[in-house]
């Protein structure tokens, strides 16, 4: 009985342990300013990253771009890597049959600074960096 009980109680320990939330659970946003239409308002391309126990994808929508890639979360302390997977169709080339990524190329990395996050580039194509404002992701929901 003694070791039903200890074989329960460790399952149950291990399965609240596996559903825990990761830090970095949650929803991140960067805008990214690409400069001034035609008319002068400023255009945005939206990159919305959404990270859980089984979840990583990155959806880029807005100005000519609507774009989902299936990625990798890969924590390491204060640091979070994204690496590339998949197109949201699951193919390893974009809807034009173009091949951007590799499998398992890091896009980018998350760093916790204090209370802020900053973004460090690597592989993810976007536009250039052309309006003010910071290069990084921001978190805006749990």
Partial sequence: M???LAAALSTALLSATAFAASPWDGIYLYEQPIG???GGPQ????????????????????YQTHETI??????S????????VSHGDGRTVNV?????YDPNQKLFTLMRKGSAIDTEWAGYSR??????GDETFMKIKM
């Fill in 2 to 4: 003694t070791r039903f």
């Fill in 36 to 38: 001034p239409g035609a």
């Fill in 43 to 62: 255009l945005f391309v939206n990159h919305k990253l959404t990270i859980g126990p089984n979840t990583c994808r990155s959806d880029a929508e807005r």
């Fill in 70 to 75: 299936c990625c990798k979360a890969l924590p």
């Fill in 77 to 84: 302390g204060d640091k979070l890597d994204v690496v590339f």
């Fill in 96 to 100: 034009h049959g173009v091949k951007i």
């Fill in 127 to 132: 536009n250039k960096h052309i309006g003010p």
